[in-house]
């Protein structure tokens, strides 16, 4: 199947700081990728739809100012954490789906640890 | 997009076939049934997908009754590295930009 990476694995950063998380369609071109965001024990939820050339969507009760997402290419999107704040700390994972197929693949996920 | 519901958790032992069985009464007519599988600290990992009867893989079977108000997915002969969570998802009508929701997930355990 289709590969998306993310990167960084994991993060360690200071309240008041900002993060980035990139996520990579490796072998194919994904115009929509998704991030998601999902705290221990629980199901992922999803927090916005990264559009390439556009303006991502929210769902929600996701703050766009405070998550900044960034779709510039068929191939990647970013998440901006910015001034984290230690109930942040997640995991986040994206994913992306080539055009046209109905599988979705995710990539290995973040880890946010925001102290 | 169709809601669904599956049990929370599961036991089996190695070496048996596993079934676990997922609820979308509200099934659209495009909707695809897709099933993955969750690790620890990882991202979800395609198992299978299907639209109707039934889907074969080399890891899984995908049962889907003419309703298409349930499906079942079936392990055959688990070891203990299937031990994880399982989510059974509805939805992605071919072409939509519509993201995923997941539901609780089944947490199956499996052991020796």
């Known amino acids: 199947g289709a590969v998306v990476s993310q990167h960084p694995s994991w993060v360690i950063c200071k309240s008041g700081t900002s993060v980035k998380i990139e996520c990579r369609s490796l072998?194919?071109?994904?115009?929509?990728m998704f991030w998601y965001r999902q705290f221990p024990k629980q199901s992922l939820m999803l927090m916005a739809t990264?559009?390439?050339?556009?303006?991502?969507?929210?769902e929600q009760g996701v703050e766009k100012d405070k998550f900044l997402i960034n779709h510039a290419s068929l191939t990647l999107s970013t998440l901006t954490v910015t001034s984290a704040h230690p109930e942040d700390s997640s995991f986040y994972i994206c994913?992306?789906?080539?055009?046209?197929?109905?599988?979705?693949?995710f990539g290995q996920g973040t880890r946010l640890t925001v102290v | 997009l169709a809601k669904t519901t599956q049990p929370i958790s599961m036991d089996s032992y190695e070496g048996q076939e596993v079934n676990i069985t997922c609820s979308h009464n509200?099934?659209?007519?495009?909707?695809?049934i897709t099933w993955y599988q969750q690790f620890p600290s990882q991202g979800p990992r395609f198992i299978i997908q299907g639209y109707k009867t039934k889907v074969t893989n080399e890891v899984a079977s995908l049962f889907i009754p003419a309703d298409r108000k349930s499906s079942t997915l079936s392990l055959p002969r688990v070891s203990l590295s299937d031990t994880a969570v399982y989510y059974c998802l509805v939805g992605y009508s071919g072409g939509g930009a519509d993201g995923l929701t997941f539901g609780k997930g089944t947490h199956l355990i499996i052991q020796p």
């Open positions: 072998d194919f071109q994904a115009t929509t």
């Open positions: 990264s559009n390439e050339g556009s303006k991502a969507t929210y």
């Open positions: 994913s992306a789906r080539d055009f046209g197929g109905t599988e979705a693949f």
């Open positions: 509200n099934i659209a007519t495009n909707d695809y």
